[in-house]
């Protein structure tokens, strides 16, 4: 079942950090760490590797790790986001950001080979971050540093703490060091709320928007559907609890709302760096969350506890909430057998919310790394015979589907399409499963929908095969004039060619 089906063979490139642009995620990942440890950033890489263990492969096969913190700094108000970083990665990170609706411009600080050995792009960094530091405009500055400038070494810790009342938050996120996007927006909310707990423990600090909470009040730790803290915050409404913050936050005042919570819903349970910080002040944090009948139910219960609340209180929570979701699952039922997969982080609560629904689902694929508050998640789960893997890779993902042989494969792009090649209808977790509501009664209904209306398109798929058979496959691809011909032959040739390279190469490599 694990058998790789893309081999990842780690290339062997010059990698020195002054050579700019020459280096990055394509380049040999120990390299790059090696490069970045002797550049002084050995500290920082090693609570990464504490923070984001790695396994059973060590380099992102997702999206560039720093587009998460990228998108916590761009959603967040009255806050800039500077990118340091090559110009290529700058591209793509600035082109993601735009395709998921940044409306906001990114900042950058470009480098050549000359300003990144000479130190000089350290003070066009600092240089930026001091044009940039309006307070009319601004609560807070963020610079990212990207592969190369962390493996060169620019030391953002430098960087002042604060200019003209604007705080500059610097932080490292190389793909090196970073495992996935999801990740990186721990990197930079952990980092926020470090910053905001030294505040609060100066003196006092901005109340939230809306004025301080008169309930005790719940912190959410994870992004979710706008709707979803709405759902939970009148779910324990009877509790006499309140939702509070959502961390990542939309704005700086709201981290230290987050901060003053009776209680942390690890609802996204990767979120390491941010929970030593509500460690740190003294808040408890409770794992999984309200999704379908069991696990709100497990939920209330657990956040119940945490709060010292009262049985009663704790069983009113519960009865006036499971009654309605069990409708809901009564009432959309799932059929089919699913195989799912993502770099998000709720994997594990989406497949509890299909099981529920009746779904046979067999395969849970997660890009982020087991964490102990995704365990109570992961033994629900395996109770129910699915076999669940953290830090999944492409290649087990695949594998996964072709053992399982669903009705519906969710997953990342490579994932899908790889579905849709072989005729089984398939969903995008990040757009379309992920992108909705998941807590109660509505989580169940709207997933129920669109999970449904996928497993119908089987015929459509039957159909399509039937009719173009394999034009377009292997080597039918392509435009052609005449009817395409094989030609073992020239791939037998271009193979001998390559093996040839490959010997050749690995000849001079022992040399
Ligand atoms: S910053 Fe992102 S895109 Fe650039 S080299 Fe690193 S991982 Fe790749």
Not at 315 to 340: D, W
Not at 440 to 460: D, E, F, H, M, T
Request: proline share 7%.
């Amino acid at each position: 079942m694990t058998k790789p089906i893309i081999p990842i063979v780690p290339e062997q490139l010059a990698t020195d950090p002054s050579k700019g642009d020459g280096m990055g995620c394509h380049a040999g990942e120990k390299q790059m760490m090696d490069a970045a440890k002797s550049a002084g950033k050995g500290e920082v890489l090693q609570r990464y590797a504490q923070d984001y263990p790695k396994g059973p492969h060590d380099q992102p096969q997702s999206m560039c790790p720093a587009f998460g913190s990228l998108r916590v700094g761009l959603r967040m108000r009255r806050t800039a986001t500077i990118l340091s970083g090559s110009a290529c990665c700058v591209y793509g990170l600035t082109f993601t950001s735009h395709f998921y609706g940044a409306r906001r411009s990114v900042g950058y600080v470009p480098f050549n080979s000359e300003t990144l050995v000479t130190g000089k792009l350290f003070e066009d960094i600092r240089d930026s971050v001091h044009e940039q530091a309006d307070p009319e405009k601004y609560d807070a500055i963020v610079i990212i540093n990207l592969c190369v400038p962390t493996a060169s070494g620019v030391p953002l810790q430098l960087l002042p703490k604060e200019i003209n009342g604007v705080r500059i938050i610097g932080i490292d996120v190389p793909g090196f060091g970073v495992p996935t996007h999801a990740e990186a927006k721990d990197v930079l909310a952990g980092a926020m709320l470090q910053y905001a707990r030294n505040e609060i423990m100066a003196g006092p600090v901005q109340a939230p928007r809306t004025g301080v909470q008169s309930k005790p009040s719940i912190t959410l730790l994870g992004e979710m559907f706008p709707a979803d803290p709405a759902v939970i915050s009148s779910m324990i409404e009877p509790m006499g609890l309140a939702v509070g913050a959502t961390v990542p936050t939309r704005e700086w005042r709201e981290l230290y709302q987050a901060l003053d919570c009776k209680v942390v819903a690890a609802i996204h349970p990767f979120y390491t760096a941010s929970i030593r910080e509500f460690e740190a002040a003294g808040r408890p944090v409770v794992g999984s969350a309200p999704v379908g009948y069991e696990g709100t139910a497990a939920w209330l219960e657990a956040i119940g506890q945490v709060t010292n609340t009262p049985h009663e209180k704790i069983n009113a929570a519960k009865h006036k909430i499971l009654p309605a979701i069990k409708a809901v699952l009564g009432a959309t039922p799932i059929k089919g057998r699913i195989t799912l997969s993502g770099y998000e982080g709720s994997e594990l609560l989406v497949a509890r919310l299909l099981i529920e629904s009746g779904a046979d689902v067999r395969y849970v694929g997660s890009a982020c790394p087991r964490t102990e508050w995704s365990n109570a998640d992961r033994e629900w789960l395996e109770a129910k015979g699915v076999h669940v893997q953290f830090r999944a890779s492409l290649e087990q993902d695949l594998a996964a589907m072709a053992e399982f042989k669903p009705d519906l494969a969710i997953g990342t792009t490579p994932v899908v399409q790889a579905a849709k090649q072989a005729s089984i209808p398939a969903l995008y977790f990040t757009n379309l499963i992920s992108a909705r509501p998941l807590m109660g009664p509505a989580g169940a209904g709207s997933l129920a929908q669109v999970i449904n209306a996928a497993i119908g398109n089987q015929v459509r798929f039957d159909e399509m095969k039937a009719f173009f058979g394999e034009v377009g496959a292997d080597h039918n691809a392509g435009v052609w004039e005449g009817v395409p011909k094989d030609r073992p032959e020239f791939k037998a040739e271009t193979r001998r060619k390559l093996e040839k390279a490959i010997k050749k190469r690995k000849a001079e490599e022992m040399i």
